[in-house]
């Protein structure tokens, strides 16, 4: 687990008690954080986004690229849309989901619209099959969409902590 505010990321390995494991600089206020496995080697790296650009740290390389396709901005979020090369970035705003096919300066996106404006965006591998997903939730509710499972139909469920009501 980790955090992140203004720059300074604590992550801590959750086989660990107590503090902390690792503090690193990278970013500053302002910036959205970001989490992936950038370079496909299996660990995770932080990254950050503002207005438009998107600045990733791979093993202590730093990547800044724009990546803007909706013109809005909106919220980060990454995925390994095509279950090869680890993840890249994406953008969700007001139900409208943007991946990007590459970490890179003028990468081509996949623009699409799904889900209500409110949704909180959520990514994973919903069906086992080594492609994330995109999802949202909002309300005690959420909604997955397994477009990569031939087909399959969106699944909507209610789920929340104990002692939450669902509405």
């Not at 080697?41 to 730093?62: A, E, K």
């Amino acid at each position: 687990i980790g955090m992140y505010r203004d720059g300074l990321w604590l992550l801590r390995n959750s086989a660990t008690l107590g503090n902390a494991n690792i503090e690193v600089r990278f970013g500053e206020a302002g910036w959205q954080p970001i989490v992936g496995d950038w370079n496909g080697d299996g660990i995770d790296n932080v990254g950050v986004y503002r207005d438009g650009q998107f600045m990733l740290n791979m093993n202590g390389t730093v990547q800044m690229f724009t990546f803007d396709p909706l013109g809005q901005g909106g919220t980060p979020i990454a995925g390994d849309w095509d279950g090869i090369n680890g993840d890249t970035v994406g953008l969700y705003n007001a139900g409208v989901w943007a991946l990007a096919d590459s970490n890179m300066a003028n990468a081509s996106a996949n623009v699409f619209s799904y889900g209500e404006p409110t949704w909180l965006p959520v990514v994973g591998d919903w069906n086992e099959n080594g492609i994330d997903t995109i999802g949202g939730y909002r309300n005690g509710r959420w909604y997955l969409r397994n477009h990569n499972n031939a087909g399959a139909s969106d699944v909507a469920f209610a789920f929340a902590g104990v002692g939450v009501p669902l509405t």
